[in-house]
């Protein structure tokens, strides 16, 4: 080609999500020979339930080939409200929810329909990357709220109410949290719900983790009086049941915007594929004892990791309530987080995240998955301790 590719303005406000950056980069240095920990992936290392996949591919055999009705399969989406209902006491219709390829259309879909130039949209900072990129590419304002260390990282309601203004239209929740593994209380989900009971402000409630929690039941802004109708729950099939690479996600939603996002499907991706959509229903009918050991098995190395991590001089780590990621400050160590996690990767082998992936908040801080196995967690975090330790004998003295 020889003429200047012309994008569009739009294209340069996206963003990325550095976890496949990493990845990639990881896999190249692999490919010399080098043994690399991984602890970049925010993905369960557990393979699909065998019930998931036989149904799976029964649908195949038995004729599942052709297009969906757009917002999905009427006995999927009527799974998918009976859970909903179940597991947020509230009253979900099939007729709210939409099946996407993944969670993350929720994302985008939620952005496209409801925000443009001039308003205005609270997220988590440090939160998911892709709600900053999608917030600046509708050409609405990111205003973040920062989740803080002191506070286990939960969001805080007053700093939240405080960052809203008149253009506020949509307001982003994260509970249970990526990258902090923090989870938002029924007492601040109360206050927040109150807060902005007669205000028209939509939340996206991004409940992606909500089964992978290691204490207590899941909670939902959208279980509050008069909140259900202004709140998009985003949940899906990836985490809950190691499904990462089937693209399975959901959102539950008011029906005049389940309409808006049909037409969204109808214009994008037609529908989701048909067998895949036949196995979550055998996932969410069928036996749960997988995600129950998967959540168990997270829970122990949760533990282990976060007590190695508090071991190393340099680094602190608070104990998160659900997702699979820690989040140390690593500030002590001297070096910015991207510097840190460029130098784990180089000279330790071990890919971690940056905590400021995650928004200009997370400055100081990295990111670990530990859906890895323990042998690897142990020996991912002895690697981060021998560069601590090098870090600190090459610090000056003072
Ligand atoms: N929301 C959060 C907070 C996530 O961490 C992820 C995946 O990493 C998603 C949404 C997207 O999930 P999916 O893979 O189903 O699109």
Redesign the pocket.
């Known amino acids: 080609m020889t003429e200047e590719l012309r994008l569009a303005d739009r294209t340069n406000r996206l963003g990325t999500e550095t976890a496949f950056e990493v990845l990639a980069r990881a896999k190249s240095l692999e490919a010399t020979g080098l043994r690399i920990v991984h602890l970049e992936i ?1 993905e369960p290392d557990f393979r699909t339930a065998e019930h998931i996949v036989e149904a799976a591919v029964l649908a195949l055999k038995e004729g599942w080939h052709h297009y969906t009705p757009s917002p999905g399969i009427p006995s999927l989406r009527e799974a998918i409200a009976e859970h909903v209902s179940a597991t947020r006491r509230i009253d979900v219709d099939p007729a709210e929810v939409v099946v996407t390829l ?3 259309p929720i ?1 985008f879909y939620s952005l496209l329909s409801l925000a443009q130039k001039g308003d205005d949209v609270i997220y988590p900072d440090p939160g ?1 990357p ?1 709600y900053e990129s999608m917030i600046r590419f509708v050409g609405a304002r990111p205003v973040p709220v920062k989740l803080r260390e002191e506070k286990d990282f939960r969001m805080d309601v007053e700093e939240l109410v405080g960052a809203a203004g008149p253009a506020t239209r949509l307001i982003i929740l ?1 509970s249970p ?2 990258p902090t593994g923090s989870v938002m209380g029924q007492d601040d989900l109360r206050m927040l719900a109150n807060s902005f009971a007669d205000r028209n402000v939509i939340f996206l409630s ?1 409940e ?2 909500s089964r992978i929690l290691y204490d207590g039941a899941p909670t939902s802004i959208a279980s509050f009086p008069g909140m259900k109708d202004r709140t998009i729950i ?1 949940d ?4 809950t049941y190691a499904m ?1 690479g089937w ?3 959901y959102g539950v939603m008011n029906r005049r915007l389940a309409q808006t996002f049909t037409k969204l499907m109808i214009n994008s991706n037609s529908c989701t594929p048909a067998f895949t959509q036949m196995a979550a229903i055998a996932a969410l009918r069928g036996d749960q004892a997988p995600v129950a050991k998967m959540v168990d098995t997270f829970r122990k190395r949760r533990d282990r990791v976060v007590e190695l991590l508090n071991r190393i001089e340099g680094v602190s780590c608070r104990k998160p309530r659900g997702a699979f990621y820690v989040f140390p400050n690593v500030r002590a160590l001297g070096k910015t987080s991207e510097e840190i996690a460029k130098l784990l990767l180089d000279e330790q082998g071990v890919a971690v995240l940056s905590g400021n992936a995650f928004g200009g908040y997370g400055e100081g801080y990295l990111r670990l998955s530990y859906a890895a196995s323990m042998e690897e967690l142990e020996e991912g975090v002895a690697r981060i301790a021998e560069f601590a330790k090098q870090m600190a004998s090459r610090q000056p003295c003072h």
Do not use: E, H, Q, V
């Not at 899906?236 to 985490?239: I, Q, W």
């Open positions: 925010g993944g969670a993350k994302i998911f892709i994260n949290n990526n991004d992606i983790y985003l899906g099939f990836s985490k990462t693209r399975l996600g």
